[in-house]
């Protein structure tokens, strides 16, 4: 059989004309990546590692809708071409403020010899990894078609341990199972928790960013970049062969995309390294998405915020104006006439109090959700006409309320929750976004909370994507930032539209209210969510124990470290004021902490596990340092050598104490003031699920008095 | 069994403490209707006209999605109210002037014992037939709920002659049959044609509005009125026992409905009569429509058009600028560099013939279809973003020809097909109808050819209704009027939103391009499509022997007698000016034609055989008669005393030779002018598949001098 295939595969070579098996290394060397057309004409790669497989041959390919011959043998090669670029960018806003995009590129145009279609295969080598895409060029005999499926392969060279989630059409709100590939099968089931809105694949369909350990200590994670009018993709595990294949989210009908060329898939990313670090500053996702097509850009900023949100979250207010209505029919029902049930928390009154708050401690914005009329019956009915996004209830003065943000230099920000009703919102899109100019909201958060409407569509099918970005490309249009909630994971497309600051689309803050987190859940989230763009996780809580009894999985000083690990240019504090009023020394870092980066340094990054970084900030110059922890207590060892030589700094330290437990004592935090420079070393503890926020600045004689150096 | 029966109603009758079974009769008392419990506590009415039954005792109610307790039985009546109206109307167009609003109302409040659910049913009854409905009041056990099917029965007393079309969710566009009740399941298979965009239902489903005669000789008429937000009804037919169940349009899930309280059904209808004639000038259906929402309306005007239109359906020019193009992307597509294929139909030279020939024959308006980019792919491919609706081709010089058109006096209508992708229709909306008010067009046609997107929606769900009805009303705000075609069959929402001047929803002059339509079949469209409003048929073919070898299943004489029979304030010539040309002596007729009336008067009214109908001209007074004939040739005798009594007028009567035959002669006709008065009567030869059309006016002396009297 072997030597067969063998024969077969040579004999093609020769009659194709061409080499079948090419290769290309990447800038540094480090990565190989070979491609070849098996005895059935079908195309494959191979990555490899300093001259180890990373990923063994996968086929690639695809099967179409309604065709004799789908789309992944028989081809032969009709040319290739290799090219390079190494280019540096400035992102709008970001980790570091240049991206390098320096790579090999590897374009193999094949040619399907019964049908004559055309299909090429563009391969991008990275010294981080590798980006390939499937593109269609305009061709006399393939214009419209449609998906079955994408046979992407990637096959894994053992039984990695992985951080997983389940793969779901409609959901990434999971908490992460580590297992190796072997377990997947078994875990699953414990691994699907309820959510509103879910649609899990498979016994062994995991989602994407994937991130996996091999037992050799190679760190790899598989993604995608530029998911742009396609379905997003989940990975199917083969757990006997150990490989998956790419498993696109289906229509209505399981169709999971119409094309017609000239087209492309996104791109498939495959990043690498030796360590934890090396994930997390590979910039392969960005560079595989197209340079910003908007051209002004001083209008998106990032932004620190609170919001009137945790109090509805733990049940202590509530969305809704009224208990009364069992159904709400806007532009009819009379609000004025309902008995207010006494709890709405997007009151006049409460909104000033946050405003207030807000303006004093030097933030942003204020988040409002539950201001607009609807609320009453908004989720769960399949309910088309749930929201106008422009009415509020009579006890939210939306113009007295802007005003008075205004007077105090506080943006408010806006919520639009759609309820997953997609049409309702895009034909008040136009309308919801000029309320928010005529009232200075700079930025919208969106929500897509419950199944689908459309019924049967799905929150990461090609229709749907096709919708969040259409929402991002208006929202532009007004110079709107957007937010967007239980939306598609991000992919990169933040560099193409920048105004899209933040995603949620994982399971964040409000799980702690819900039941919890799991304490290492943040040590995974840069690894998984995070490679595609910023997360809005929205933390800050300072009190864990909320008011439906439900309990936050994390310490004080953990809470305070999200800031620098998990990035994002909008950042929320998202406990009440009153309890930054009662740890007003700990809320101090929050009010200081930045939201924009000159660098980036990932001091340690195990996932599950611990993650420390470091970043510099763009316009004060100071540094700040994060550690989240894992379920076991760790102490650290940091050196600062990432400061600048022969400067003093004093550095803010924000840690456990040494009784802190993210289950029993969260709110045990030590403050100290000590003298750094880059030659010091930290070595720091981090409780169970615990650690610690830094803040390092350049200091003079004066300012160093009497503070001690670090020991 | 019977007696057990009856004693349980009995009991159920005494323990409910109401009467179980009332009654009410229609103004003038031909009609009674009953309504009473039966013994499992469903809701059953009955409809007698004269004493005999014309619905046998009819089972109502609802079974719901996800409950236990389906809203069919177990009810005991809360209450009843009974109520009268007698009020005149007078709509912005039509078949008459005034329209009287005469019914009895029976309101009958129901609840559902075991759950305290509370259903109303309102009966209207009218002197010419039964409207009802049902009502969900506000609750506090029912808020949101979901359709699994309406249960509505229309039990006949016998095995009717009906005249039918499939049901199907998704087309409308078949040729009537004629057949007994029992024979609809063995023609079934045949009657269904293909079809663009077909879902047919079983083997015995028929549309409405569905035609019948009995064996006793009544017409019997079932549709439905006020068909907002809520699916289609369809009729399956229980062939056994000759019980129609209604059957309505599933979403992509076999969902049929999502409403929320208060909300009501639409009207279900039984138009009744013992001549074609009565169920003609029943005004039931628009009477259960609300009134007009559109307070100012003199910008809604009748229009009669010429449109670049016939010459692509009948395969002489394209609507595609191009042939080389397999995928169009719009926006990037470069028209300028591709090849025109040389036959494109709306070039702006061709245009402007059109609208040359408008103004010289004195037409309101031109409608242009293919002006717009993205013709080459437009059909068949599930393409998302088919038409951006702003975007002319090259050759048609948008601007140019508005400014021609208006210096000719002339409107431009606009064209939107939206290639049933309805989501990208909503999200150009705004900016196509802007475009019209830029360049002066006072209507669209839409159309909605092909399958629906979002792929498993139905043309004629809950979810498409919505959404024709949108466009209707974001129309009206731009003070536009909408032609729909494959939209959902009109159901007297006109009189609500009177800017809807027509639609197509069946099969029209088009299908005679596609092999014929059956030449009896504008016989039967009045009785079954235009029940529910005004049918876009684009009549005035004079030559039948079409470019693809089609042929035309009607005379020329038919063909002008449309422009009577067939009521619609829009009415297209449509045929080339060249044919036109050549038969200028018959052209007159559709030039005079008016096209808004005072009143209507039905002469002759047998569906599938003959119909003849007499209007008179709301503005000039003038009277026009339509007759089309069925399969054989007929003549008809027709007395002219709809004319006022003591005046003399002229008849120009255009008429069938008498060897006419709309398959071997159908340009065989005769034009002749003759005095008339109230007591003349008119014996006229209609040919197979012709017809005839008089213009009467109201002539002095001079012009009455040589014009013989007619014998």
């Known amino acids: 059989m ?3 295939r063998f024969i077969l595969a040579f004999i093609f070579t020769i009659s194709s004309g061409v080499l079948s098996a090419q290769e290309i290394s990447s800038p540094d060397g480090s990565f190989t990546l070979s491609f070849s057309l098996d005895a059935s004409g079908a195309p494959t790669y191979q990555l490899n590692f300093k001259d180890q497989p990373v990923i063994e041959s996968s086929r690639l390919g695809l099967d179409l809708i309604n065709d004799s011959v789908d789309l992944h043998m028989g081809f032969r090669i009709l040319d290739t071409e ?8 400035n992102p709008v806003w970001g980790e570091e403020s240049e991206i390098r995009n320096h790579y090999q590129e590897f374009l193999v145009k094949l040619e399907q010899v019964s049908t004559e279609r055309k299909l090429n ?5 990275f010294d981080s990894g590798l980006g390939f895409r499937y593109e269609f060029p305009v061709q006399e005999v393939m214009g419209h078609f449609a998906i079955a499926e994408e046979l992407t392969e990637f096959a894994m060279t053992g039984d990695h341990t992985a951080f ?20 997947i099968r078994d875990l699953m089931e414990s691994a699907i928790t309820p959510n509103a809105s879910q649609t899990p694949i498979s016994e062994t369909a995991v989602q994407t960013a994937l991130m996996m350990k091999s037992e050799e200590g190679l760190y790899i994670n598989i993604h995608e970049a530029a998911l742009i009018d396609y379905a997003a993709m989940h990975l199917e595990l083969n757990d006997k062969q150990m490989i998956f294949r790419s498993h696109l989210t289906p229509d209505a009908q399981g169709v999971k995309g119409y094309l017609y060329t000239p087209a492309q898939s996104p791109w498939r990313t495959v990043i690498v390294g030796e360590s934890g670090a090396d994930i997390l500053a590979s910039r392969i996702t960005y560079n595989l998405n197209e340079p910003s097509k908007i051209d002004e850009t001083a209008w998106i900023k990032p932004m620190k915020y609170l919001g009137v949100w945790w109090e509805m979250i733990t049940g202590q207010s509530s969305w809704a104006y009224t208990d009364e209505l069992r159904a ?24 000033k109090k946050y405003i207030d708050f807000a303006a004093e401690h030097g933030f942003d914005g204020v988040l409002v959700e539950g201001w607009n009329e609807g609320w009453e019956d908004w989720f769960g009915n399949s309910k088309d006409y749930v929201f106008d996004f422009l009415s509020p209830y009579p006890d939210f003065d939306l113009e007295g309320i802007a005003a008075y943000a205004k007077s105090k230099d506080v943006k408010m920000i806006m919520h639009h929750e759609t309820s997953s009703s997609v049409r309702n919102y895009e034909r008040h899109l136009d309308e919801a976004y000029q309320l928010m100019k005529d009232y200075d909201y700079p930025a919208v958060k969106s929500g897509y909370v419950g199944n689908m409407l459309p019924r049967g569509e799905h929150h990461y099918s090609q229709w749907l994507v096709n919708h969040y970005q259409y929402a991002v490309e208006k929202a532009a249009e007004y110079q709107i930032m957007v937010n967007a909630h239980e939306a598609v994971r991000p992919t990169g497309v933040a560099r193409t539209w920048p105004n899209l600051i933040a995603n949620e689309s994982a399971r964040g803050t409000e799980y702690q209210a819900f039941g919890g987190n799991k304490a290492n859940h943040v040590t995974v989230l840069p690894f998984t969510r995070q490679i595609g763009g910023p997360m809005d996780y929205t933390p800050g809580i300072f009190e864990m124990d909320v008011f439906n009894g439900s ?16 990035y994002s240019p909008l950042q929320m504090a998202a406990d009440y004021p009153e309890n930054y009023k009662r740890f007003p020394d700990a809320f101090q870092f929050i009010k200081d902490v930045a939201l924009d980066w000159e660098k980036s340094v990932y001091l340690e990054a195990e996932p599950g596990y611990y993650l420390t970084i470091a970043r510099k900030a763009k316009e004060s110059g100071e540094w700040f340092v994060g550690n989240v922890n894992g379920l076991d207590g760790r102490t650290g060892e940091i050196p600062f050598d990432f400061l600048e030589e022969r400067k003093t700094y004093i550095a803010e330290i924000y840690s456990d104490a040494s009784d802190a437990h993210f289950k029993t004592n969260p709110q045990a935090y030590e403050i100290r003031k000590v003298r750094v420079d880059s030659k010091s070393v930290l070595e720091q503890f981090s409780a169970p699920g615990g650690g610690y926020a830094i803040r390092i600045y350049e200091a003079d004689k004066s300012e160093l008095k009497g503070v001690k150096k670090l020991k």
């Open 551 to 566: 309990h936050v999985n994390s310490t004080l000083a953990n809470q305070l470290a999200l800031y620098v690990t998990m």
């Open 164 to 183: 997983w989630i389940p793969g779901d059409y409609d959901t990434q709100e999971y908490d992460y199972t580590e297992s190796k590939l072997s377990e």
């Open 328 to 351: 709400v029919k806007l532009g009819e029902t009379d609000y004025s006439k309902v008995q207010p049930n006494g709890k709405h928390g997007a009151t006049t009154e409460n909104v």
């Open 121 to 125: 295969i563009r391969f991008r080598l």
């Open 2 to 4: 072997r030597i067969s």
């Open 82 to 89: 290799t090219t390079s670029l190494d280019e540096t960018w």
